[in-house]
């Protein structure tokens, strides 16, 4: 019982952990980079003012490899606990 | 019957696809041997909605999971399909490019929330609320917190964020229906009711999930067809996303070389373009952009209509799954979104192309079909205010809604593409629809009448009502649709700052804070309402806004209400019990039995 409240508790900390690191990762691609959208368009990437291709497509890209990231970790942190359930 | 439906998915919508694109050819000979546009229009939208119709009524079910939850045994992928389709609207289809078009770097804002927000939706609710085993969003603040008043006020919250959005999604199903069908707007609402019923009423969740499904293949074909179409006919490649950089450094030399001035005399319901396409000022811009994000962010992980759809999967691992899914199927949408813009609007300004109408003389203008049809709607108007003969860009007056629209008949498609469009518009209207009455039909039938009201009803009547409901509330909203109080966009934002200001903390401290109880919930659920409503009464009537935060952003006020009125008087009050800590301990956990049975 005791071993089983132990591996809840280090098993809700790692998930903590990587939550925090994702949404850590979330408000740079969400709030930090479109706030400087006007310094960013001095550089060009693709052919793009990078400004203008960040808020278009590259924090796009970035949440959703993100979301993919965070579900191929959470996964790992689950089945090495032995929660997984599939 | 039902298990082989699950494991013939791929067949089945493989085949409705090649069946659809078929469709499309069909159609596409027909108006090479002459048949009219009106009736291919007709055509499109007809033949669409009586798919989802035939989906509707062979998904219909007399059983509570399979009403509530589609008997949670949607696989991942497929239930990302139908979350793509609930999420995006009427809005995000219809309106969203031609905000785009028109509004540059400021509405782009809409593309980094409703994307963006998946990531919170991902990290903080769906695996939880998912574990939980709940029919509807109040049914877990009403089981964690406990007692029948957070529950009702949750139902408060969800009906009033639920409803505002809905009556804009009926008026854009009205609008497209009664262009295509050519009838008038207030019989198009009607119709357009009539089509989102037929999806809902006899299959509840199960019905919705599998036409939308149908519905996303439609919208996003419909959507990224005629882009391609356009950025090949420009020599930008059949994938423009990537490639259309050099457009936007068009567009702004050709911008700073017609001038964004003003038109010299306004004309109603019309604009002209003056924002220019990027030129982010830093600043209050930023903020202004920032804020409005943080909005559309907060708001998507906290409406009912999109949460429910994770309640659908068979497992807690298949909710996170999907949530990927359902990003990716919306960002194909919404990436394509600027692209639409740039292309659209490079098109009619860059004199080297031969679409190009901006210099050109009025005459010339005036004699073009698409000019002609649209300003006929009195959705398009060009007026030579310098009596100079020649278009300037300050005298070409468009609809921003109208901009994916008519973007096909811009570039000079064939008709086929414009009735395709207009049938994934109204796919993108109906299935957000139906998310939305059959969110606001649940949360009163099951937490409103089944658990406050009548404990004891049994299974028969708690689906009638569901479904008398389901029609009364639709009824409803097509009735404020045909008054058109406000714009699409702008009724979409206020339904995001509402769900936002009530219910985001109260949802995710019900799961990451432990010590959140009963009446810091309540605290944090009313006061964030009533602050950011109370707010949204003040600017929409002409007060000052604070800080640049408008009718659009009203959630920057909520938000931070309903956080701190939730952490101080949850911090006054006494914990909530062992039962309920115990409750919290095992929505962490991924594996075991849902807290709720499979039938509550």
């Given at each position: 019982?005791?071993?089983?409240?132990?591996?809840?508790q280090r098993h809700w900390a790692k998930t903590r952990n990587l939550t925090v690191l994702v949404l850590i990762l979330w408000f740079i691609f969400s709030i930090i980079v479109p706030w400087f959208t006007k310094e960013l368009n001095e550089a060009t990437f693709l052919g793009f003012p990078l400004g203008f291709y960040m808020i278009a497509q590259g924090s796009l890209i970035v949440f959703v490899l993100l979301i993919f990231f965070q579900n191929w970790r959470q996964d790992a942190i689950d089945d090495e606990f032995g929660f997984g359930e599939e | 019957m039902n298990g082989s439906f699950i494991q013939n998915l791929g067949r089945v919508y493989g085949l409705y696809t090649g069946g659809f694109l078929v469709f499309i050819l069909l159609m596409a000979i027909l108006e090479q041997m002459g048949v009219s546009a009106a009736t291919?229009?007709?055509l499109f939208v007809a033949f669409t909605i009586a798919i989802y119709a035939l989906i509707g009524w062979l998904s219909r079910t007399m059983q509570v999971d399979a009403y509530y939850v589609a008997g949670r045994e949607v696989p991942a992928v497929y239930n990302g399909m139908a979350t793509a389709a609930d999420w995006m609207s009427g809005a995000s289809f219809v309106a969203l490019a031609g905000g785009i078009y028109f509004g540059g770097y400021g509405y782009m804002a809409f593309i980094v929330g409703w994307t963006g927000g998946y990531v919170l939706v991902n990290s903080l609710m769906a695996p939880y609320l998912r574990k939980f085993g709940c029919y509807t969003v109040p049914d877990f603040i009403g089981t964690r917190y406990g007692g029948n008043l957070?529950?009702?006020?949750?139902?408060?919250?969800?009906?009033?964020?639920?409803?505002?959005?809905?009556?804009?999604?009926?008026n854009a199903?009205?609008?497209?229906?009664?262009?295509?069908?050519?009838?008038?707007?207030?019989?198009?609402?009607?119709?357009?009711?009539?089509?989102?019923?037929?999806?809902s009423m006899l299959g509840g969740m199960r019905a919705v999930t599998w036409t939308q499904v149908a519905q996303y293949i439609v919208l996003i074909i419909a959507y990224v067809v005629p882009v391609v179409w356009m950025s090949n006919a420009q020599g930008f490649g059949i994938i423009p996303h990537f490639s259309y950089g050099d457009a936007v450094h068009?567009?702004?030399?050709?911008?700073?070389?017609?001038?964004?001035?003003?038109?010299?005399?306004?004309?109603?319901?019309?604009?002209?373009?003056?924002?220019?396409?990027?030129?982010?000022?830093?600043?209050?811009d930023s903020w202004k952009f920032v804020t409005l994000a943080i909005c559309m962010m907060a708001g998507t992980a906290s409406l009912p209509?999109?949460?429910?759809?994770?309640?659908?999967?068979?497992?807690?691992?298949?909710?996170?799954?999907?949530?990927?899914?359902?990003?990716?199927?919306?960002?194909?949408?919404?990436?394509?979104?600027?692209?639409?813009?740039?292309?659209?609007?490079?098109?009619?300004?860059?004199?080297?192309?031969?679409?190009?109408i901006i210099g050109h003389s009025i005459d010339e203008v005036m004699a073009l079909p698409w000019i002609q049809n649209w300003s006929a709607v009195g959705m398009l108007a060009v007026s030579d205010q310098n009596g100079d003969g020649l278009l300037q860009l300050n005298e070409f007056f468009m609809r921003p809604d109208i901009v994916v629209l008519a973007t096909p008949e811009i570039a000079g498609l064939p008709y086929v593409i414009s009735g395709l469009v207009a049938?994934?518009?109204?796919?993108?209207?109906?299935?957000?629809?139906?998310?939305?009455l059959l969110a606001i039909a649940n949360a009163l039938s099951h937490d409103l009448y089944y658990k406050i009201i009548d404990p004891k009803a049994d299974t028969a009547v708690r689906l009638i009502v569901a479904r008398v409901l389901l029609v009364v509330i639709g009824a409803a909203a097509a009735l404020i649709a045909t008054l058109q109080l406000t714009g699409i966009l702008g009724a979409v934002a206020w339904a995001f700052c509402f769900a936002c200001s009530g219910l985001f903390f109260p949802l995710?401290?019900?799961?990451?804070?432990?010590?959140?109880?009963?009446?810091?919930?309540?605290?944090?659920?009313?006061?964030?309402?009533?602050?950011?409503?109370?707010?949204?009464?003040?600017?929409?009537?002409?007060?000052a806004p604070w800080l640049g935060i408008d009718h659009l952003r009203f959630g920057m006020i909520g938000m931070p209400a309903s956080l701190i009125a939730m952490v101080v008087v949850t911090l006054m009050t006494p914990a909530p019990d062992e039962e309920t800590q115990r409750m919290v301990d095992e929505v962490r956990l991924p594996s075991g039995e849902t807290i709720l049975g499979s039938t509550h």
């Open positions: 019982m005791s071993a089983d409240a132990d591996a809840r | 291919i229009g007709i957070a529950r009702f006020v949750a139902v408060v919250i969800l009906v009033v964020a639920s409803f505002t959005y809905v009556t804009a999604q009926i199903s009205g609008t497209i229906a009664a262009r295509a069908l050519q009838i008038p707007f207030s019989y198009g609402v009607w119709f357009g009711l009539l089509g989102i019923l037929l999806c068009r567009i702004a030399e050709l911008e700073a070389e017609y001038g964004l001035v003003k038109a010299a005399e306004a004309i109603p319901g019309v604009a002209v373009l003056t924002t220019p396409h990027n030129a982010p000022g830093g600043g209050m209509h999109i949460l429910m759809r994770y309640f659908t999967t068979p497992s807690v691992r298949a909710a996170r799954k999907s949530v990927a899914w359902s990003l990716l199927f919306i960002f194909l949408l919404y990436f394509t979104a600027p692209a639409l813009a740039t292309l659209t609007k490079l098109q009619l300004l860059d004199p080297t192309l031969p679409t190009a049938a994934g518009g109204m796919a993108a209207a109906m299935s957000t629809a139906d998310g939305l995710v401290l019900g799961v990451w804070w432990k010590r959140a109880n009963t009446q810091g919930a309540l605290a944090g659920m009313i006061v964030g309402f009533l602050a950011g409503s109370a707010y949204l009464y003040y600017v929409y009537n002409g007060g």
